[in-house]
C-alpha cells in the first residue's frame, strides 16, 4: 500500500517534469507563451497535491500554515507590483527561492547530522547551503539597489577584493571539511554564516547598470542550488527543474556579458560605475537643445521614426507616453519603429515588457541587430532616457572604457532627438559625444510629460 | 538517511546532464522579447523545492506546549521552523511567479487594440 502511493507520487513528478519542460518550450513564441505557461502550474499543482501524500507528512498544521501565508504574499506581490519594479520583484523572488533551497538543507542537516550521511550526499548539501545563502543575501542587496533602498552606486573601499577572496577561501574552506569529516558542524554552520556574508559583500561593489549581469547570475545560483536539494533528496523533478532555471540564468548572463563586450569577472570585480572621469571629458562641445514645437514638427514630417528606451523610459514611467506618442504618429502614416538593446533596463527584456504593457504590439519591437541596419533610412530616432548603448565612443574611441560594446547606432539616422531630464551624465558617469553630434538635438525636460506634449503637438499640426 | 546507491547516483547525475542539455537547447530559443517573463518563468517552475520544504514541515508531530514555553526545543522543532519558513517563500515564489508571468505575457500582443480600426 504505502509503496504503491509512492510510485503514484513519483509518476506525478514525472508528469510535472514533462509539463515544465513543455512550459519553457512554449516561451519561444509570444503566441504559445500563455498556454506553456498554463501547462507549467498544472505541472506544479499535480506535484504539490501529489506531495500532500508522501508518506513522510504526518502533520499538516505547518504546511497549511506556510501554503496560505505563501499564497497570499505571492499573490499579493503578482497583482499589485507595478511593470516598473519588475527587477526589484525578481531580484527578491531568486532571494526567496535560494533561502528556501537554504533552509531545507539546512532543515535535513539538523535532522541527521554529517555522520550518518554519505559523502556525497553531505557535499550535494552543502553546496546547495552555501550557494542558497549567498544567494539569498547576494539577491537582497540586488533589490534593495533597484528599489533605491541601498544606493545603486558601487561601494568599494581599500582591500575589498583581499577581503572578499578572504571570505571565499573561508567559505569554501569550511564547505570541504564538513563535507570530508562528517562530525564537524561547526564548520557547516561557520559556512553557513559566511555564505550570507559573502552574498552581501558580493553584491555591493557592483553598480546597478550592471544589474542585468548580476540578476543573470543569482537566478543562475538559485537554480542551481534547488538542482542540488533534487540530488539531496533523490528527486528528479527538483534537479530538472532547478537545473532548467540554472542553466536559464547561465544563459542570460552569458548574453548580457556580450551585450556589454565585458567578461562576467569583469562584471563582478570591475566595480564598473565608479565615476570615471578621465576617458570622456574631451568629448565637449555644444549640445543644440530643441523646442517642443520643433520636434513635433519634424516628427510628424517624418516618415520611419525609431524609439530607443533606456532605464530613463522605466524612471520616468514614459512607457504610455511613448505608445501615446507613437499613435498620433502612425495615425499620420508615419512608420514607428522600437529598438531594444538588451541590457537596456535593468534586466533582461526589461524594455520589452515595459512596452507590452503599453500596448505596443511586439511586431514592432526590434533586436539590436534587427534594427542596426535600419537607422540610415531612419529620419528620426528618438532616444529616451537611455544613454550608454547609444554611446558612439564604444564604436570609435578604443579608450573608452565602454569600448567594443555593441550600440544602438543612432547616430547613422538622419537625425536624433534625445529627451533628457538635465545635462547630466548617465549610471556609468561617462560622457556621451552622440549629444555633441552635429544630427543630435537635446530636449530637456521630465520624459513623461514631454512625450505626451509632444503627441499633442503632433495631432495640431 | 540509508547509504547512497551507487545506480541511484548515477540516475541523478544522468538526469542532470540531460536537464542541461535539455534546458540549453529549449532556452536559446526564447527570443529576447520574452526574456524578463522566461525569467520569472523558470524562477515560478523552480518554486518545486517547496514540495521538499512540505516534506520537512510535516514530517515531524510539533510538540507546542514545549515551544510555547520556551523551555527544550526537541531538534525535529527546529528542522520543522525551517521547513516551514521554506514552504513560505517557496508558496510566495510558486504564486508570485506564476501570476506574474501570465499577467506579463497577457501584455505581448500582435496588433494594437482598436487604433488601426479607428484610423480606416
Known amino acids: ?461 | 538517511m540509508e547509504a547512497i546507491n551507487p545506480a541511484v547516483l548515477i540516475a541523478s547525475l544522468s538526469v542532470f546532464v540531460l536537464a542541461a542539455f535539455l534546458g540549453y537547447q529549449l532556452i536559446s530559443r526564447v527570443p529576447p522579447l520574452l526574456h524578463t517573463p522566461l525569467m520569472s518563468a523558470t524562477n515560478a517552475i523552480s518554486g518545486i523545492s517547496l514540495i521538499g520544504s512540505m516534506v520537512i514541515a510535516g514530517m515531524h508531530k510539533v510538540d507546542f506546549h514545549a515551544l510555547m514555553a520556551g523551555g527544550a526545543v526537541a531538534k525535529p522543532s527546529i528542522a520543522t521552523l525551517l521547513g516551514f519558513v521554506a514552504v513560505i517563500t517557496a508558496a510566495t515564489n510558486v504564486v508570485g511567479g506564476f501570476g506574474i508571468t501570465d499577467r506579463m505575457l497577457k501584455m505581448f500582443q500582435q496588433r494594437k487594440k482598436g487604433v488601426k480600426g479607428e484610423s480606416k
Open chain 1, 1 to 461: 500500500m504505502e509503496t504503491g502511493v509512492n510510485y503514484l507520487l513519483e509518476f506525478t513528478y514525472l508528469v510535472a517534469s514533462i509539463l515544465f519542460i513543455l512550459g519553457i518550450k512554449g516561451l519561444s513564441h509570444p503566441e504559445t507563451a500563455r498556454r506553456g505557461m498554463f501547462l507549467a502550474e498544472a505541472g506544479m499543482a499535480a506535484a504539490i497535491i501529489g506531495t500532500l501524500f508522501h508518506r513522510g507528512i504526518i502533520t499538516y498544521e505547518w504546511i497549511a500554515a506556510g501554503l496560505i501565508i505563501g499564497s497570499i504574499v505571492g499573490a499579493l506581490m503578482a497583482i499589485w507590483v507595478p511593470m516598473t519594479a519588475m527587477p526589484q520583484r525578481t531580484a527578491l523572488s531568486h532571494a526567496f527561492g535560494a533561502f528556501a533551497a537554504a533552509l531545507v538543507g539546512i532543515a535535513e542537516y539538523t535532522l541527521h547530522g554529517g555522520l550518518s550521511m554519505p559523502g556525497f550526499t553531505r557535499g550535494a548539501l552543502g553546496f546547495e547551503v552555501m550557494l542558497g545563502a549567498l544567494t539569498t543575501t547576494g539577491s537582497l542587496i540586488a533589490a534593495g539597489k533597484l528599489q533605491g533602498v541601498i544606493r545603486g552606486t558601487p561601494v568599494q573601499f581599500k582591500g575589498q577584493q583581499v577581503l572578499n577572496l578572504l571570505l571565499f577561501a573561508g567559505m569554501v574552506g569550511c564547505f570541504v571539511y564538513s563535507v570530508v569529516n562528517p562530525a564537524a558542524s561547526l564548520y557547516f554552520y561557520t559556512m553557513v554564516g559566511l555564505g550570507f556574508l559573502f552574498g552581501i559583500m558580493l553584491v555591493i561593489p557592483i553598480g546597478s547598470a550592471d544589474m542585468p549581469v548580476v540578476m543573470s547570475l543569482l537566478n543562475s545560483y538559485a537554480g542551481l542550488a534547488a538542482a542540488a536539494t533534487g540530488f539531496v533528496l533523490g528527486n528528479n523533478v527538483l534537479i530538472i527543474a532547478g537545473t532548467l532555471d540554472g542553466f536559464s540564468g547561465l544563459i542570460l548572463s552569458i548574453l548580457m556579458c556580450k551585450a556589454m563586450n565585458r567578461s562576467i569577472t569583469n562584471v563582478l570585480f570591475g566595480g564598473f560605475g565608479a565615476i570615471i572621469h578621465a576617458a570622456g571629458l574631451d568629448a565637449v562641445g555644444e549640445m543644440r537643445e530643441i523646442s517642443l514645437d520643433d520636434a513635433a514638427v519634424r516628427l510628424a514630417y517624418a516618415s520611419k521614426v525609431v524609439f530607443v528606451p533606456g532605464y530613463g523610459l522605466a524612471t520616468a514611467q514614459a512607457q504610455h507616453a511613448v505608445r501615446e506618442l507613437a499613435n498620433a504618429l502612425e495615425e499620420r502614416g508615419v512608420t514607428v519603429k522600437y529598438g531594444i538593446h538588451p541590457v537596456a533596463g535593468r534586466m533582461p527584456g526589461h524594455m520589452n515588457v515595459l512596452l507590452a504593457e503599453a500596448n505596443v504590439p511586439y511586431g514592432e519591437l526590434y533586436e539590436m541587430e534587427q534594427i542596426n541596419p535600419e537607422f540610415p533610412s531612419t529620419d528620426v530616432a528618438v532616444v529616451v532616457g537611455a544613454n550608454d548603448v547609444v554611446n558612439p565612443d564604444a564604436r570609435d574611441n578604443p579608450d573608452s572604457p565602454i569600448a567594443g560594446m555593441p550600440i544602438l547606432e543612432v547616430d547613422k539616422a538622419k537625425s536624433v532627438i534625445v529627451l533628457k531630464r538635465g545635462q547630466g551624465r548617465g549610471f556609468s558617469g561617462l560622457e556621451n559625444p552622440l549629444f555633441f553630434k552635429p544630427v543630435t538635438s537635446m530636449l530637456y525636460g521630465d520624459a513623461k510629460s514631454s512625450l505626451s506634449q509632444l503627441a499633442q503637438e503632433v495631432k495640431n499640426v
